[in-house]
């Protein structure tokens, strides 16, 4: 076996390539971390190298402290890498990379071959794992990052706020209320890359599973790829929804959207407890 067909690469090669088609990652666009468990890593440690040459084998600080990340390994989407090459140049624009003992390091110990970084969210990436592992009781495994045109240009439009943004995503498509009934967290427009939009997540991915980017995309957690997919697919298709059809009724709020009411049925009939702030 190579490690290209091992599940979990298979499964990231196969959410960025999906991203890519889905035109949510132009150029070095978005970046995707998942958190492999003892199997993955019993898979493809025979093809982890130390060696100097094959990539950078450095500690390097992460800038952060993640202590329940302690001793971890993820699989990464590498700085300035596209999403678009991922599927011809694996070892190129991905790599698995080990957190040290205390949880503030990291070295690569696959892939990222000729000098390849972590992505610049990595830091953004391992405090969310940090928070959501914690929410989620471990579950969760995957944070994805996306900059899916409909999200950004819902955010040129109405206020960055959760209760706005939750409202409009669940009444523009029954069914989004059943997938994130907590809704969604908005982080305001920040300068991406830094600490300051990774502790700002942080905050908001203790309560939510999505946070909106203004004016930049989407980030999004799940247990598994296919349902991290599958969230930032629904949230990006139901701001998609909503924008036509403001445009559909000559540029104004769409004047049907699903009532209070009709949420809560749906709520009722799919056994799923709503986050009742943003309900009237
Ligand atoms: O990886 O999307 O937010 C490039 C980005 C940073
Ligand atoms: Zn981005």
Redesign the pocket.
């Known amino acids: 076996m190579a490690i290209e067909q091992s599940n979990c690469i298979r499964r990231f090669v196969r959410t960025c390539t999906d991203g890519w088609e889905q035109g949510w990652h132009e150029r070095?666009?978005?970046?995707l971390t998942y958190r492999m468990s003892p199997e993955d890593v019993q898979v493809c440690e025979p093809y982890f190298s130390l060696d100097a040459g094959d990539h950078d084998h450095q500690w390097h600080d992460l800038g952060v402290t993640a202590a329940n990340m302690a001793g971890q390994f993820f699989i990464t989407?590498g700085?300035?890498k596209f999403m678009r090459k991922v599927s011809v140049d694996l070892e190129g624009c991905v790599g698995i990379v080990e957190i040290n003992a205390k949880g503030d390091a990291w070295r690569i110990v696959w892939g990222l071959r000729g000098g390849g970084r972590p992505?610049?969210?990595f830091p953004t990436h391992v405090m969310n794992h940090s928070v959501r592992a914690e929410a989620t009781n471990g579950a969760n495994r995957v944070i994805y990052?996306a900059?899916c045109p409909n999200v950004i240009a819902l955010s040129t439009l109405i206020e960055p706020d959760a209760r706005t943004w939750s409202r409009i995503l669940w009444k523009s498509m029954t069914e989004c209320i059943i997938i994130y009934p907590e809704g969604v967290g908005v982080v305001p427009w920040m300068v991406?890359?830094g600490a300051d939009i990774a502790k700002a997540t942080c905050e908001l991915m203790k309560k939510y599973q999505a946070c909106v980017w203004t004016q930049?995309?989407l980030f999004v957690s799940g247990d598994t790829f296919d349902n991290a997919f599958g969230l930032m697919h629904t949230i990006e298709k139901s701001a998609g929804l909503y924008l036509s059809a403001c445009a559909a009724n000559g540029g104004n709020p769409p004047t049907k959207l699903i009532s209070d009411e009709q949420l809560r049925d749906v709520c009722k009939a799919f056994h799923v407890s709503p986050n009742e702030d943003f309900l009237d």
């Open positions: 070095n666009g978005g970046n989407t700085s300035g992505t610049s969210e990052h900059h991406p890359g930049h995309g």
